[in-house]
């Protein structure tokens, strides 16, 4: 009986081993890949993960781009995020991923579900709202400059795990709804308000370089931290702006303080986050990025 046992956990002890420590020449597997979840709404984020050495790097494609990958080296995974913008076509949509030593490729269909965010009815300074000329030549100059922004995040990734809240408000705005202001459509709100007082730090949510630091109709004093891997985060209606252009800063770095410049009703931050380009809910991504390690 005893030697039964200890046959017993020897054979236990060598399966163990063998699905702890794959050898390193084994292919790429359906199951080596996890996705957060297989639907999400518009503005959403899934985080996909990749078990593969550091080597064997694969390849995400989602909506005809790449998705810039981080490795772990503590999880031995490569992990990146699919997002879908607040317009983005609603449906089945392919997410591929491939692996090129082991000949692998895998699509896995990703739903993108329609979500009423709701909306939010504002009233501003007539001024404010039914523009001028000047006001209108301003904000289309101001709109191709951040238009011009969003390829710059396709560099290599500076982030690394965990995203910060930038200020510890509580959320007085949320993602996605749509605006009526004095009875007028305007576009969605396409960020997080935060509240706050006048001067509170406001950090950045995780390593990257300034990408832009402006002043402009809408967003008043304004940051932009390219954070690389497709992600930029947005800091807006700024009192003050602590960087510069082109500054490498840290996770958790001030880089400015709260105040209520640009077309505001109050001071509280508004913090948007786009990834590849798309407008998603910054919460999601602090939500999802829980789970990864530096
Ligand atoms: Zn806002």
Redesign the pocket.
Known sequence: MKRMLVGFALSLFSALLFFTFPADTEALSKADVSFSSDAMDRGGVILVTVKADEQKAPRIIWLQKDVPLVYSASDESWSGFISADLHQETGLHDCMIRELSSGFQERYPIRIRLKDYGVRRLKLPKAKVELDAKSLKRIKNEAAVIHSLWPAGDISPKWKGQFLMPVDGDIV?TFGRKSIINHLHKSP?T?V?LAGKKGDPVVAINSGRVLLVADHFFSGKSVYVNHGGGIISMY?HLDKILVSKGDDIQKGEVVGLLGATGRVTGPHL?WGVRINGNRINPLTLIELSGALKE
Do not use: K, L, T
């Open positions: 705005g709100h960020g308000d807006f508004h």
